[in-house]
């Protein structure tokens, strides 16, 4: 059973138009994170929640932005997307932020921006 | 800044080798490092966890060692099957983030 969810798979979108990815877990984890994959590169976190605190320390840029309205549910939006924004974007949850606890990642959301 | 190196970048090995992936990083102050497998557009699948206290893990056919002194870590795969031909990417946990290295592309020629 699937037990972090992200949909869309696959997204295309306008250059500047906005575009919501959405994330969903069954595992009650406290922690959501996302990452951006650019195509053959090393994923790069984008941000977290610890619960409901929101922690940008890898300094994302403002055009990301992220909302978790309750434990399970985590949005990622793109303001205006650049061509750069092209990317596979990945969720995962962990259940504690400390040493003893492993990431569960999502199949991921390919996103192209036209 | 901590950097996580992976080498080879890419590695073609017929069925039944043995083969071993190398990841490096350069901070020594690491809680634990885990070996993903990513197949092609797909998401990340954690294969090994070793935490920095630990010198190995094992799993089936897989066996990951840590060096945290020399920053050092290896995958070992045993018996090498088509089915492992994916990507293999290594990650640090330090502070509150994982820093991942750039993965090896493995394919296993039958």
């Known amino acids: 059973d699937a037990m972090v969810i992200q949909n869309p798979r696959y997204q295309v979108t306008q250059f500047g138009k906005p575009v919501t990815l959405s994330c969903s877990q069954t595992?009650?984890?406290?922690?959501m994170y996302w990452y951006q994959q650019k195509s053959s590169q090393a994923p790069k976190l984008l941000f977290h929640?610890?619960?409901?605190?929101?922690?940008n320390e890898a300094d994302t840029p403002d055009n990301f932005q992220s909302r978790r309205p309750n434990t399970s549910f985590c949005f990622l939006d793109i303001r205006s997307p650049g061509l750069g924004d092209t990317a596979m974007y990945l969720c995962a949850t962990s259940k504690r932020r400390d040493s003893q606890e492993t990431q569960y990642f999502g199949p991921g959301t390919r996103l192209l921006v036209l | 800044k901590q950097e996580v190196t992976q080498i080879p970048a890419a590695l073609s090995v017929p069925e039944g080798e043995n083969l071993v992936l190398n990841c490096s990083f350069t901070?020594?102050?690491?809680?634990?490092l885990q070996w993903f497998r990513q197949d092609h557009g797909k998401g990340l699948t954690s294969l090994l966890l070793i935490q920095s206290s630990q010198r190995e893990q094992t799993s089936g056919r897989l066996n990951a060692s840590l060096d945290k002194s020399s920053g050092r870590s290896t995958l070992y795969i045993a018996a090498s099957q088509p089915g492992d031909s994916a990507t293999y990417l290594c990650a640090v946990h330090a502070g509150n983030m994982l820093t991942f290295g750039g993965g090896t592309r493995l394919m296993v020629k039958p």
């Open positions: 595992l009650n984890h406290n922690v």
């Open positions: 929640y610890y619960d409901k605190d929101f922690n």
């Open positions: 901070d020594s102050a690491i809680y634990n």
